[in-house]
């Protein structure tokens, strides 16, 4: 019963991360059920009952809820001597330094392709926990999982497994709009990820694949 906006400064919601098709679901999806979205703008102040984007439009508001991203806070990491670079920086098992692992939001670990990411989902920082109880226990294997999240927009669930930070051409397969489809995500001739709506086998099947 809340009359909900979003401002935000990019096009389409979670264009970034998802490319321009499943965007523009998030979008309809959320105006369907009355979402107002101000987008290509920014908030710039916070009154009493109102907030104040940056083309001066003056919104109405009895609570405020800012998501504007997480910093990771790496100082304790620092003064012990840790490797930092936007997160702290681990080896393949997730091992900062002898007998000290960071894990999860904070952990910036090689991906799948070697490459340092920092990723912050709920089931990479649950397998992170499990992949670092392992090496505990002597097991060496290192950390290749995978990454996966979800994005619950009231009742459509999106599945991403991989992780794209750019891409240079995306696929579609179905229709978003039906809430039936899937997103590949390519650089070159490498496929970096796969997004899916209403088609969870093939989310599975794309994370066998990846991982393989
Ligand atoms: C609004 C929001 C929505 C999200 N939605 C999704 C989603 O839809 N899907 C998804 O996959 N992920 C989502 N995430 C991301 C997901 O929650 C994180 O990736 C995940 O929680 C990271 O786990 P973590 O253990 O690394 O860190 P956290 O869950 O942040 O846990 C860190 C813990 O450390 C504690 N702590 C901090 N400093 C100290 C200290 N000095 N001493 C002791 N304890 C300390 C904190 O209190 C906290 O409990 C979302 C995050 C946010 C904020």
């Not at 504007?68 to 001597?81: I, S, Y």
């Not at 097991?139 to 999240?149: G, I, K, L, N, Q």
């Not at 669930?157 to 051409?169: K, Q």
């Not at 709506?197 to 099947?205: H, S, Y």
Request: hydrophobic fraction near 45%.
């Amino acid at each position: 019963g809340l009359e909900v906006h979003v401002v935000g400064p990019e096009a389409q919601p979670l264009v970034r991360v998802l490319g321009e098709q499943l965007s523009a679901m998030v979008r309809k999806i959320h105006e369907d059920k009355g979402v107002v979205f101000h987008l290509g703008k920014k908030g710039v102040r916070i009154e009493a009952d109102a907030v104040i984007l940056d083309d001066g439009t003056r919104l109405a508001a009895d609570l405020v809820v800012a998501g504007v991203g997480v910093r990771p806070r790496t100082e304790l990491a620092e003064k012990a001597g840790l490797k930092v670079d936007r997160g702290v920086v681990t080896d393949e098992h997730l091992r900062a330094a002898p007998h000290v692992y960071a894990i999860g939001d904070i952990a910036r670990f090689p991906g799948l392709d070697g490459q340092l990411v920092r990723i912050e989902h709920w089931v990479v920082a649950q397998r992170h926990g499990e992949s670092v109880a392992r090496s505990i226990l002597g097991d060496e294997a290192p950390f290749r999982d995978v990454s996966f999240f979800w994005s619950a927009h009231f009742d459509v669930t999106i599945r991403y497994v991989g992780h794209a930070e750019s891409w240079d051409r995306s696929e579609v397969s179905g229709d978003p709009m039906k809430h039936d489809a899937s997103v590949r995500y390519w650089k070159g001739a490498r496929l970096l990820a796969v997004a899916t709506v209403g088609r969870d086998l093939e989310a599975l099947e794309a994370s066998r694949d990846r991982g393989a």
